[in-house]
């Protein structure tokens, strides 16, 4: 009796499967003029969808099946989450597969869902799966040391906009503070210097920020006039950017593809000024047996233990191991100077907020503590 009123008032769940599979097949070019626009923007900005997409096609590639089902379950994937853009450049995609019949490569490209120097990497390194690996060694590399230069310098710069701009408001708030003993007829203490004549206050504020905009503006000759002199004056960033050269040339080697392709790849759609000039002084005279590689890094300033690293592997003829030798050294010297480096930017920075904001501080402490205040008429 108990089990017969229990099936009256529960209903049983039943787990339905839809065994019906969804054929997607395409006919003509996808044509959308405002997602055509926006597209490149979308995938310069929000790499990881792209990222997903290539590392589901790496193993679509080593499960042994065809690519064209990775693309088919990734459209249904954009499908599902409402991603029209990716869908859009997907679609793209297919319709180069299957009716222009192109190689996954090719049809990528002609998407735009991939680069110029995305599909050198993946036409000539030796499987479709490493080239994807050499694509996503390039494109996840973050700048530690501008992370801690913000460390280092944001605290202050902020306090010292927030001391500027409230100047006023805390000038008010003093003085209303001290109304009450006025009005009694009381002497309050004089208010800190700088809130009755605040011109010295605000010229050391100005000198700070043109001693700021000096060197920024130093900063960006060198780098964009200068390279030999940038690399000597910012240490760090020497060592950074010549880390990211040999570990992009190391790695396109290592996946298969020759020195000239690898270099001509990189020297492709590259965007940072330093590297580019590196790149294109190592095509124009390394590649084509003008100078040696050592001569060049050497020019540049480069530090000594890199140079001295390639210069003995050149005798060896070996550049591949040359290159991974200077790379290893090179990012052990770097990782261990940035985690002194972060120490000194988390620290740092808090002691330059604190020399900014102290002095202020004090003042208002001690203007307003009661032992300060004189009540004489």
């Known amino acids: 009796m108990l089990e017969f009123i229990k099936n009256m008032f529960i209903k049983k769940k039943v787990l339905t499967i839809n065994k ?72 793209k995609v297919l319709y180069y597969l299957d009716v222009k019949g192109l190689k996954i490569v090719d049809a990528l490209y002609e ?16 499987s479709f799966a490493e080239g994807i690996d050499q694509i996503a060694n390039l494109s996840k590399r973050t700048s530690k040391l501008f992370v801690y230069n913000t ?43 700088y809130m009755v004549d605040p011109s010295l206050y605000i010229t050391y504020n100005i000198m700070f920020f043109t001693l700021l905009a000096i060197i920024l503006l130093f900063y960006y000759y060198t780098k964009f006039y200068n390279l030999p002199l940038y690399f000597k004056t910012f240490v760090f960033n020497e060592q950074e950017k010549t880390l990211e050269v040999l570990e992009s040339m190391s790695s396109l080697l290592n996946s298969g593809i020759n020195l000239t392709d690898s270099v001509k790849i ?16 190592i095509y124009i005279n390394f590649i084509k047996g003008k100078i040696e590689l050592s001569q060049i890094f050497e ?4 530090n000594y233990s890199t140079i001295g690293l390639i210069s003995m592997g050149e005798e060896t003829n070996n550049i591949l191991e040359t290159l991974n030798n200077a790379k290893s050294a090179l990012s052990e010297t770097y990782d261990l100077n940035m985690k002194i480096y972060s120490k000194i930017s988390f620290y740092g920075g808090q002691l330059l907020m604190g020399m900014v904001f102290l002095k202020p501080l004090i003042d208002i402490l001690l203007y307003t503590s009661i032992q300060q205040l004189n009540f004489s008429t």
């Open 299 to 302: 020019y540049y300033n480069v």
């Open 266 to 281: 990189l020297l492709d759609d590259e965007e940072d000024v330093v590297k580019k000039t590196l790149y294109e002084e």
């Open 151 to 193: 460390m280092l310098l944001a605290p202050a710069y902020i306090m010292l906009v927030v001391l500027l701009c409230t100047h006023g408001t805390i000038k008010d708030v003093l003085e209303g503070m001290v109304r009450p003993i006025k009005d009694a007829g009381g002497t309050p203490p004089p208010l800190p210097h």
């Open 20 to 91: 019906k599979k969804e054929n997607i097949t395409i006919t003509k070019l996808p044509y959308n003029p405002f997602f055509e626009k926006i597209s490149q923007y979308y995938l310069k900005f929000n790499k990881k969808d792209k990222a997903f997409t290539l590392i589901l096609l790496k193993y679509t590639e080593k499960s042994g099946a065809s690519l064209r089902k990775g693309i088919i379950n990734k459209i249904k994937e954009t499908r599902n989450k409402k991603n029209f853009i990716m869908e859009y450049l997907l679609l």
């Open 111 to 126: 998407a735009t869902f991939i680069n110029q120097k995305e599909k050198s990497i993946l036409q000539k390194s030796r």
